[in-house]
């Protein structure tokens, strides 16, 4: 076998879609050799059932159009494959205005897209990244940062990893990422990260010391509470009058204040006091803002 061919094969190899990634020896040889837990990924075959689930949850992520992550998407379904299989069986085409999600306060990445891509190769192919982030109210940081993975939640784009610069797991807001310097200087995902280290036991994503809350809510919307699973630590308590109480512990006072305040005014905060206060002290502000208005 020629040089020539081995080159060949590898190319072959990775534009069929497997990580295979070279990295220089001190002695100037290269090695090739696929990305850290490859061997555990599935085939990539999809039952026509999987194909509609897959379908599904892509009307869920409207927020991603004008991103590389949407042109992915995109490719998948071209054409589209529960079309195509509807025709073989000479059923109706499928409706594609029943497939979509409406989002409220959603994220726009079109301006992002280079952003967007370089981030997806970092994540990959596990390079070691230069990020320049302006975290809201505060003066623009410098990370040096591994990728470890990105999360899509409450519409909106996550990028978590390890920072070495606080020597610790962080989540970044990819809305305020100003840029992204791509190095080819590789690392390992630690075989024990899973995407819950970065959240703990938070009610959202803001990782603080979880709170022991106990909140009720009145017959009113009991019913939206009781169909949802707010946190896996929560346990419902239904009363006489049908309202009910949450207990949960969680962390992200923000993330549950704002929550609770979506419930206005059919909730009462009843534990822990600090919450409790800080809660009645967030509607006086807001009382009193609206009567100065007046």
Wanted: charge should be neutral; aromatic fraction near 10%.
């Amino acid at each position: 076998m020629t040089r020539r061919t081995v080159y060949r094969d590898l190319e072959a190899i990775g534009e069929a879609g497997y990580p295979l990634v070279p990295e220089r020896q001190g002695d100037g040889r290269v090695v090739y050799r696929f990305l850290t837990g490859f061997k555990n990924l599935p085939p990539i075959t999809f039952s026509l059932q999987e194909l509609m689930t897959l379908y599904l949850c892509r009307g869920q992520l409207g927020f991603l159009q004008g991103t590389p992550f949407q042109e992915d998407l995109d490719a998948i379904f071209r054409p589209d494959p529960l079309e195509f299989a509807a025709a073989q069986r000479g059923a109706p085409r499928t409706d594609r205005r029943g497939g979509g999600a409406a989002f409220p306060g959603v994220h726009d990445y079109r301006a992002m897209h280079d952003i967007l891509a370089t981030l997806r190769e970092a994540v990959l192919f596990q390079y070691r990244i230069r990020l320049h982030y302006t975290p809201a109210r505060r003066e623009p940081e410098t990370y040096l940062f591994d990728p470890y993975t990105l999360l899509f939640t409450q519409g909106a784009l996550y990028l978590g990893g390890y920072a070495h610069n606080r020597k610790a797991l962080r989540l970044f807001l990819v809305d305020r990422v100003q840029k992204v310097e791509l190095s080819k200087e590789r690392f390992e995902v630690p075989e024990d990260f899973s995407p819950e280290q970065l959240t703990g036991g938070a009610f959202g994503l803001v990782n603080e010391p979880p709170l022991a809350i106990r909140v009720r809510f009145t017959a009113d919307v009991a019913h939206l509470v009781a169909e949802r699973i707010w946190h896996p630590s929560q346990r419902r308590e239904v009363h006489a009058d049908g309202s009910v109480t949450l207990t949960l512990e969680a962390g992200g006072r923000t993330e549950i204040l704002a929550w609770l305040y979506a419930f206005i005014p059919h909730v009462e905060v009843l534990e822990p006091p600090e919450l409790r206060e800080t809660f009645v002290a967030g509607l006086q502000t807001a009382l009193a803002r609206h009567r100065r208005d007046c």
